[in-house]
């Protein structure tokens, strides 16, 4: 039977149809190898399907691979010698077909090997480095190999909430939320993507002396304890920057916002304490200190109406207040304040606040390799347990993290970084080509340490010596932005929903927390169905309603007249009938809806 | 030990006797424990050899213990029933989503099949028989699988293809080798069969052709309606079971079943109609009555939960079944279901289509008379279980 002409697609679309899609195929990728065609360009023949895939467009994710024939890498000695001389760049190499890049869906047909001795002659493709395989994220976890692959995913994932040195122009930026680790420092095991970014050079880690040891409880359940005398030294403080801005806007009929200190006179006056770190522009003073609720940069708004007549009939103008705030629970020092334009000319203002975020009890620590934890407690330096030699662990990690997780990359990374320290030289953790265990051994015991990074250690409160010994070594750990001082919240009485007159929801508003359906069911569960409507009534949106005893609706307190009466039948024999608001207001809606909702009430049992 | 066993079996009737004589003798402690526990209380006396005045004692300890466990008046039974199969089930929920990928899931088992169930769906998704033989088969691999084949349900159309010719009226009907093999079924058998089901035009046979020359005068719309109806054609089997495999369970032969069909199953002599069950409980319970109905979803929620090492009390599915069979038919609790059976308008329209139920109980103008859970959240009362029940009434 004569095969079917395949389908030849370019980005998606058919384009046509050829008799020997093999062929075809081997001769476009023949001509990239050549440079007749841009190394960007990828062709696929999916057997199965009959159909070519030639993809040249944007947003592939392209990996560099050495080519191979008949089981021989291209890439020679020869050629590395000369790279190394400089005298052939990367460039040149892809240019010869030396090296190509691949998509996913040409990576479909391709048999890559990982290294150079599993060659076969059913080979295309060699990794020019194992760890290529791992995104650059990915591999700047040290000793990933020997982790779960879950755990990678984990470790990676927080390498994007780590607070570090982002950016060096952190003084110049207005970012309206960021962070700034304090003394950051080169990890002392180190992957060789790290290099090849310079993570060193804006490095988001600090090197923590580490017990894994249980402690009183504090860290039970992957919390983690921390000494405070390593606190005050400085570790894992930061600095948080919060931008406020303003712009002085211009409306038409040639009124325009004013950046001043609002008179007492402007509506909606904030009182003068609020108005206490402004300096005569109406913009805070730089260094001064601000707290919640008080004012960053004063500003008034034009009256919205414009004859507002006064008293005895004199037209005067009110401003309105439309300063901008510190937000609720948060304070700091101004940091800086910037005066710039906008588009349309309009004055902008912006006001960046700064303060401290010591460590506290629920922060978020993580090392590379997923092992996160929050702080259980602080422990004061004397009390924390101390080796023979009197080293104070920075942070002690509850052994129950590791057996489960079998993450032996942190356990190995510990090691490492013990006899990184010793040496006082950063260790190769890259995946795939990390030191051997025996190696690290051999180090330790150089310099006078037990291989095994075990060591005796004494209870900071009893000074009695702790049975067996304890694994303690040097990691990189990573503060994680997550922190109490920015989500804590509570209340016993606060705001209401206007429509339902229950309570709010959310942080930002003084919310409570809701009391939902499953907890309802809970207490109904136990027979508490008094608990229960004093928790969905009383403790939310209670009211007393008068019903008319005639047409059971709600009646009209005219409170001006001091009257209660039915509004259908006009009578007053009312009774006070105790409810939840959105009761009522599911009243007022079966009547919008013309259904006639009548309460017959009884006396209260 | 085992001088032991012979002396016991010498006097059993005896001690059968002494047993007797002791339950009657505490019959007026008994209070309300039920039947098994009475007589197991007895059996642990004889065992341990007690005295009259401890096993006094033991019966006042079990009473005290039975009482306890007891459900209380005003306990809100339905939902710690409902807490009780939800909690695990959400791990179920969970679990199935690590197994994403795997070859082994299906609706047949999981939470998937508590839902079916529960929301008492008219179609079993994977219906599945599990028939037992009678004495002269359940012992015998050749007749149970003869049997086994002889039921599967065979349509002209499985095994045969055909060709129109419509200008010369004929139609040609041609046996398809490997389905036949697939089945082993008789070829001159099948086609014998095939022969009984044309009723118009004459047929000649050519090898495993059977060719039908129609009738000049048949228009063209009938032909194929006449064609059709040959290839709709049941050769053999009961209509529904779709495949069967032959198995052995504690030592004899049992069928499983794909599709089901209990009460053309049921009327077959080789079966033994006493076991014989399928696990699409609105089919028992059509077939058998609601009682079994009823054990059949007890029995199917047990299987599917125990399957997934999932621990719930007997008890908790015994009201459920109960509930979705109170009323004479199997009612899932669906707002079709048990759901449009609540008399109070607040519980039906807090459930689904809010708008509908409001409108129709205004219609009829229904009166809400705040006994359930949801009626009274509503309103914002005492729920009526628990602590919410009791109400003091005045001396007068």
């Avoid at chain 1, 190509?100 to 090997?113: P, Q, V, W, Y």
């Avoid at chain 1, 409170?559 to 009578?571: A, F, T």
């Avoid at chain 2, 159309?157 to 010719?165: F, H, N, S, T, Y």
């Amino acid at each position: 039977m004569a095969r079917e002409k395949a389908k030849v697609y370019i980005n998606g679309k058919l384009i046509g149809f050829h008799p020997n899609p093999e062929a075809l195929t081997k001769e476009l990728i023949e001509a990239r190898r050549n440079n007749i065609i841009d190394s960007q360009v990828n062709i696929a023949y999916h057997k199965h399907t009959n159909e070519i895939y030639i993809n040249c467009d944007s947003g592939r994710v392209q990996r560099p691979l050495i080519v191979v024939e008949n089981g021989k890498p291209k890439l020679t000695k020869e050629h590395i010698e000369k790279v190394k001389r400089g005298e052939l760049s990367w460039q040149d190499l892809v240019e010869q077909g030396i090296i190509e890049f691949l998509d996913a869906e040409e990576e479909e047909n391709a048999l890559i090997a990982e290294k150079e001795e599993d060659l076969t002659k059913e080979h295309t493709h060699l990794e020019i480095n194992p760890a290529a395989i791992l995104s650059i994220i990915t591999s700047m976890i040290p000793f990933l190999s020997h982790n779960l692959s879950g755990k990678a995913l984990h470790g990676a994932k927080m390498f994007k909430q780590a607070v570090g040195f982002g950016q060096a122009n952190f003084r110049m930026r207005t970012d309206t939320e960021s962070y700034l680790l304090h003394y950051p420092q080169k990890a002392l095991v180190k992957t060789r993507t790290m290099d090849l970014i310079g993570l060193d050079r804006r490095p988001q880690i600090q090197n923590f002396v580490v017990a894994i040891l249980p402690y009183y409880g504090f860290n039970t359940l992957d919390a983690v304890v921390i000494n405070k005398g390593a606190i005050d030294r400085c570790l894992g403080r930061l600095s948080y920057f919060r931008t406020y801005e303003s712009t002085q806007t211009r409306y038409p009929g040639g009124q325009k916002d004013k950046f001043e200190v609002p008179s007492e006179e402007t509506v909606g006056y904030l009182g003068e304490e609020a108005y206490k770190a402004l300096g005569e522009d109406g913009l805070a003073e730089v260094e001064s200190y601000v707290k919640g609720k008080q004012v960053v940069i004063g500003k008034t708004s034009p009256p919205r109406f414009l004859e507002e007549i006064a008293e005895f009939g004199v037209v005067r103008e009110r401003r309105r207040e439309a300063s901008v705030v510190v937000r609720k629970g948060m304070d700091g020092y101004v940091d800086r304040v910037i005066l710039t334009q906008g588009p349309q000319g309009d004055t902008i203002v912006k006001v960046k606040v700064r303060s401290d975020r010591i460590p506290e009890v629920g922060d978020k620590f993580s090392s590379r390799h997923g092992q996160k934890g929050v702080v259980g407690a602080i422990v004061p330096e004397e009390d924390m347990p101390f080796t023979a030699s009197g080293i104070k662990p920075d942070l002690i990690l509850n052994p129950h993290s590791i057996p489960s997780r079998m993450t032996i990359g942190h356990l190995l990374e510990m090691l490492a970084g013990k006899a990184a320290s010793m040496k006082a030289e950063q260790i190769d953790g890259t995946p795939f080509n990390d030191v051997d265990q025996e190696e690290l051994e051999k180090l330790l015991m150089q310099h006078g340490l037990r291989p095994d990074g075990m060591e005796t250690f004494y209870d900071g409160i009893s000074g009695r010596r702790i049975e067996g010994k304890v694994f303690t070594g040097v990691i990189a750990y990573r503060r994680l932005y997550h922190m109490v001082a920015h989500k804590i919240q509570a209340r016993a009485r606060g705001p209401v929903q206007i429509l339902t007159r229950q309570p709010t929801e959310g942080k930002e508003k003084e919310g409570g927390l809701r009391f939902g359906e499953m907890e309802g069911e809970t207490l109904i569960g136990h027979g508490a169905s008094l608990l229960l409507q004093e928790k969905i009534v009383e403790d939310s949106d209670k009211v007393i309603q008068y019903v008319c005893e005639k047409c059971g609706i709600v009646a009209v307190d005219d409170k001006i007249r001091n009257k209660k009466y039915c509004p259908v039948c006009g009578g007053s024999k009312v009774y006070p009938v105790e409810m939840s608001y959105a009761f009522k207001l599911l009243l007022d809606e079966l009547k919008a809806l013309c259904i006639y909702p009548k309460l017959n009430l009884v006396d209260k049992a | 030990m085992p001088r032991k066993n012979a002396e016991s079996k010498e006097k059993p009737s005896e001690k059968k006797k002494t047993k007797q004589a002791l339950k009657e003798k505490f019959a007026e402690l008994r209070g309300n424990l039920p039947e098994k526990i009475w007589n197991e209380l007895f059996e642990v006396a004889e065992r341990e050899k007690l005295s009259e005045e401890e096993i006094k004692k033991l019966i006042e300890e079990a009473k005290k213990e039975y009482e306890q466990v007891l459900v209380e008046p005003c306990e809100a039974a339905g939902i710690v029933a409902a807490q009780s199969l939800g909690e695990p089930g959400t791990q179920l929920t969970l679990r199935t989503k690590h197994y994403a990928g795997a070859l082994e899931v299906s609706v047949g088992s999981g939470i998937q099949r508590v839902e079916e169930i529960v929301d008492g769906r008219s179609k079993t998704k994977y219906a599945s028989m599990t028939i037992y033989l009678n004495d002269e088969l359940k012992h015998n691999k050749r007749k149970a699988e003869a049997f086994a084949r002889d039921i599967v349900d065979v349509r002209t159309e499985d095994i045969a293809r055909v060709k129109e010719d419509f200008k010369k009226k004929t139609a040609e009907i041609e046996l398809i080798e490997e389905r036949i093999a697939e089945r082993n079924l008789d070829k001159e058998v099948m086609l014998s069969k095939i022969r009984e089901a044309i009723k118009k035009g004459e047929v000649h046979k050519r090898r495993d052709k059977l060719i039908i020359q129609f009738p000049k005068e048949l228009s063209l719309l009938k032909i194929r309606n006449e064609v059709l109806k040959i290839m709709r054609k049941r050769l053999q089997g009961i209509s529904g079971i779709e495949k069967t495999i032959v198995t052995e369970e504690n030592g004899e032969y049992v069928i499983k079943t794909l599709g089901t069909n209990l009460k053309a199953v049921l009327k077959r002599k080789e079966v033994d109609p006493y076991r014989t069950t399928t696990n699409d409980v609105m089919e028992i319970s059509r077939v058998l009555g609601i009682e079994a109905g009823r054990r059949a979803i007890v029995e199917e929620l047990h299987k599917t939960l125990t399957e997934n090492r999932i621990k719930v009390d007997l008890r908790h599915l015994l009201l459920i079944a109960d509930l979705l069979t109170f009323t004479g038919e199997i009612r899932g609790t669906v707002r079709t279901g048990i759901m449009r059976l609540k008399q109070s308008p607040f519980a039906r329209a807090a459930f689904e289509e809010t708008v509908k139920h409001l409108f129709d109980s205004a219609l009829h103008g229904e009166r809400e008379p705040l006994q359930g859970v949801v009626e009274n959240l509503i309103v914002g009362l005492p729920v009526k279980v628990g602590t919410g029940r009791v109400e003091l009434i005045m001396k007068e």
